[in-house]
């Protein structure tokens, strides 16, 4: 009996080893593998390309010039404390963990003299020329992820309504407020049906609305035609690029070595 069960122990032991041994062999094929394929970069690419005008089309700038003029800008203001542990909005006021911003909008990103940025903030000031309302939107729903890179580490903004109002108030922390376009009906009801999703609205050309984050500076009510109609779009480039990923798993073939 005492002799069995001594017995038992020791192949259990023995088992165990095994498993563990085989467990290891197939995490390290599963860890080194990969690398062979090198054609990770390509899906990568991809799925990259899609990554900013499909974020940007899912959160829908709104038509400006409808929602401005009755915006909550002392709620607004309120929204501003959150940004006030690193920036002052007053004229003339200090830097600190990030720039002044008065007057930001209207102003190249990554521009104000004397203040150190990241080279991300300075590289999106080559592309877009200077923060308008729909750039200032999306960046402020997600820093981090609008502008891979940027050093102001905060989460971001995800309320729209918060993001409007805190807009609206920010316009008025300038020498000159930058102007309200006329409303656009049209856009308006675009971004909204963008935001209460599919409706589909039949507007065309949602290839051209892709690019449109990148440089479409001034155009506010035509950004927001074409971003709202390339939503219904954008969901299937997102479960496009989704599926390329399975290229990479060609790996099972590879024999250990
Ligand atoms: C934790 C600190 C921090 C908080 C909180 C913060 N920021 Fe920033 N912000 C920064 C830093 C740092 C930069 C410079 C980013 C860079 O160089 O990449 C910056 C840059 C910016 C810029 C670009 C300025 C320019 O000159 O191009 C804007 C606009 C901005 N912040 C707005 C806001 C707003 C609005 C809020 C509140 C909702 C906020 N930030 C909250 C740290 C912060």
């Known amino acids: 009996m005492n002799d069995d069960l001594g017995w038992n122990k020791i192949f259990g032991a023995i088992l165990g080893t095994a498993l563990v041994i085989l467990g290891l062999t197939i995490a390290a094929q599963m860890i ?6 090198a054609k990770m970069g390509d899906a990568i690419a991809v799925a990259e390309d899609t990554s900013g005008p499909g974020a940007a089309a899912v959160d829908t ?3 400006w010039g409808t929602v401005l003029p009755t915006a909550d800008v002392a709620a607004g203001a309120q929204v501003s404390t959150k940004c006030a542990s690193c920036h002052t909005f007053t004229n003339g006021g200090a830097d600190g963990t990030g720039p002044n911003n008065w007057g930001v909008i209207g102003r190249q990103p990554g521009s104000k003299p004397g203040f150190a940025y990241s080279t991300a903030m300075q590289d999106f000031g080559k592309k877009v020329s200077k923060w308008d309302y729909d750039h200032l939107y999306l960046f402020l729903a997600n820093p981090q992820s609008y502008i891979s890179g940027t050093k102001m580490s905060f989460v971001g903004l995800k309320k729209p309504e918060d993001r409007i109002a805190l807009i609206a108030w920010l316009r008025q922390q300038s020498s000159s407020p930058a ?6 009906p049209k856009a308006a009801a675009a971004a ?5 999703a599919q409706a589909g609205a039949a507007a065309p050309a949602p290839a051209a609305g892709t690019k449109v984050p ?3 500076v001034n155009a506010t009510a035509p950004v927001s035609a ?3 109609a390339a939503t219904g779009s954008a969901g299937q480039t ?3 690029a989704a599926a390329a990923p399975k290229t990479d798993k060609t790996a099972p073939g590879a024999p250990p070595k």
Do not use: F, L, Q
């Not at 102007?179 to 656009?184: E, G, L, R, V, Y």
């Not at 909204?192 to 209460?196: D, M, S």
């Open 32 to 37: 080194y593998a990969p690398h062979k394929a």
């Open 61 to 63: 700038p709104p038509d």
């Open 179 to 184: 102007p309200i376009p006329a409303p656009n």
């Open 192 to 196: 909204a049906g963008a935001a209460t």
């Open 214 to 216: 990148e440089t479409g």
């Open 226 to 228: 074409a971003a709202g």
């Open 238 to 240: 997102g479960s496009g």
